[in-house]
């Protein structure tokens, strides 16, 4: 899917337009962006120098809601859905997700630092 996201190069300096393909894997969903949120973290990677766990270019954005749009294996389900993408995605493998405790999950992925956020057309996740 063709994707049209606003993407950080260096901090500090203007956000870029740019497009690129985003396909999802085995379990995994394209979201259309309906909204997404500036929170302070945003505002920390972007003004402040915070570090990313993914390096720049990167889009930013983790407070995502939107309607589900494709999907990739086992995710099919999923298509035409209203969600909102939590801030904090667990890997539902580790001994933690497996005992209900995916808020303590260590490998966790957050939108807009592990891989790519909301501030786009659409969000793989």
């Known amino acids: 899917m063709q994707v049209e996201a606003w993407t950080v190069y260096q901090g500090g300096e203007p ?4 497009n690129r393909q985003e396909t999802p ?4 969903v394209v979201v259309e962006v309906a909204g997404c949120g500036v ?8 003004y402040d120098g915070v570090p990313t766990r993914h390096p720049f270019p990167l889009t930013l954005g983790h407070e995502i809601s939107g309607v589900v ?16 993408v939590p801030a904090v995605l667990p890997c539902g493998e580790c001994a933690a997700c497996r005992a209900g ?3 303590i999950c260590p ?19």
Request: contains cysteine; proline residues 4%.
């Open 101 to 103: 405790r995916g808020a």
């Open 69 to 84: 749009v494709e999907a990739g294996p086992g995710a099919a389900e999923w298509i035409g859905r209203a969600v909102v």
């Open 39 to 46: 929170c302070h973290t945003d505002l920390g990677f972007f």
């Open 15 to 18: 956000m870029r337009l740019e």
């Open 107 to 125: 490998r966790q992925i957050f939108p807009g630092n592990d891989l790519h956020g909301g501030f786009a057309s659409h969000v793989r996740v």
């Open 25 to 28: 894997g085995a379990g995994e």
